[in-house]
Nanobody, 121 residues
């Protein structure tokens, strides 16, 4: 059984930074892809950024130049570094990862539990 466990949310003032983590635990071979979504209160879920192994990460326009995806394969972790945060970045952030296991070498998709990011003065 694979779990994606998120951490790193919190409250910050506009212009501040936060780093989100998404760590895969269980019988993990590799994280093949990771998508970050967010959902603000009363709004639909929206795509933030994503990577696929072997390709450059991509970012949606609202966060381009401010957010960066990185990964630590040894820790089965993917990070979302968020800089110059704006009030409109306030949302619950979710990671959605394609994880290979011995039972599913092609990879199955899993969701993190979500973490709140609040940007307010």
């Amino acid at each position: 059984q694979v779990q994606l466990v998120q951490s790193g949310g919190g409250s910050v003032q506009p212009g501040g930074s936060l780093n989100l983590s998404c760590v895969a635990s269980g019988d993990v071979i590799s994280i093949n892809a990771m998508v970050w979504y967010r959902q603000a209160a009363g709004k639909a879920q929206e795509l933030v950024a994503r990577f696929i192994t072997g390709a450059d990460p991509t970012y949606e326009d609202p966060v381009k130049g401010r957010f960066t995806i990185s990964r630590d394969n040894a820790k089965n972790a993917v990070y979302l570094q968020m800089r110059n945060l704006k009030p409109e970045d306030t949302a619950v952030y979710y990671c959605n990862g394609a994880v290979s296991t011995p039972q599913s070498t092609a990879g199955s998709w899993y969701w993190g539990q979500g973490t709140q990011v609040t940007v307010s003065s």
